[in-house]
């Protein structure tokens, strides 16, 4: 099964490509994080459509992993997420791709193993599970942790008998 | 000149259409509430997207109006609202147009005179400037005010030279 992991942002974005076959099968295929071109939102805006649109041609995936919405401390740069995650959902959706959210603790607890984790720590043990050459930049490393949630939790359900594909 | 004001949502949107020469001469072309398909978020921002589209293909609008983003009560609703005014923007960008935002106290303050006119203040200003038949629907009348809003300050500005178009 191959995810690609979503990190959505207004000035850049962050994707993760990983393919799993079961929890101690999880490799991962590609990342990058990706600046938006343009000095307008709309342009950026046009600019994450573009990107995701060539990302999902090239890798693609099966289905999307992306976080759920949360509160930032400043509202305007939530409000500003909101719109980046909205395209990009609505890009994933023209698609037919399935998009599945997972809370920040979530991610948190499945690949650190705690709810609390430092984003530090989280990106880390990305690093260290996936056995990569070197640390992946802020934005993919968190693309690829929503990636990696739900091939653990996709998996664990697949030995339950209840993932549906 | 043909504007299309916009009040994006996530389970609805309310458009606008007006034509104006001047400020004395603004007229509405259309308006409508449009309720977006689909229980799931995805699916409505899919169907946001192909709403406007079916608007812009049929009234042609030559710039679009929308409303500044603010920060409601509920921050996860104003996080959603970024996701439908996201896609809205990357929509009305991908087909050239150019969307101009405008806070709510200056709409407030060009449609019904004063930066703190409650919204069923504004709604009428609307259908009395507008010389409508009927209360357009409150998504619909918001989207009327924000075209307007753009008409009588680009009209402003047409008469002191200062308008690009």
Redesign the interface.
């Known amino acids: 099964m191959r995810v690609l992991g979503i990190d959505p942002g207004s000035r850049k974005i962050g994707i993760g490509v990983i393919d799993y076959a079961s929890v101690q099968k999880i490799r991962a295929v590609t990342w990058k994080q990706i600046s938006l071109r343009g000095s307008e ?3 950026r ?2 600019s994450l ?1 573009d990107e995701l649109d060539a990302v999902i041609e090239t890798w693609k995936p099966e289905i999307v992993a992306i976080e759920d ?1 949360f ?1 930032r401390r400043n ?2 740069s ?10 990009a ?2 890009t ?3 698609r037919q791709l399935e ?1 599945r959210s997972y809370a920040p603790a979530r991610i948190k607890q499945t690949v650190a193993g705690h709810g609390r984790a430092g984003k530090d720590e989280v990106r880390s043990m990305v690093r260290m599970q996936l056995d990569l050459p070197e640390q992946p930049p802020e934005d993919a490393a968190d693309a690829l942790a929503v990636a990696m949630t739900h091939a653990l939790i996709g998996a664990v359900l697949d030995r339950a008998g209840g993932w549906s594909r």
Do not use: C, P, S
């Open positions: 939102l709309v342009e805006l046009l459509q919405i509160v509202v305007r939530a409000l500003l997420l909101g719109h980046a995650r909205g395209v959902l609505a994933v959706g023209r998009a």
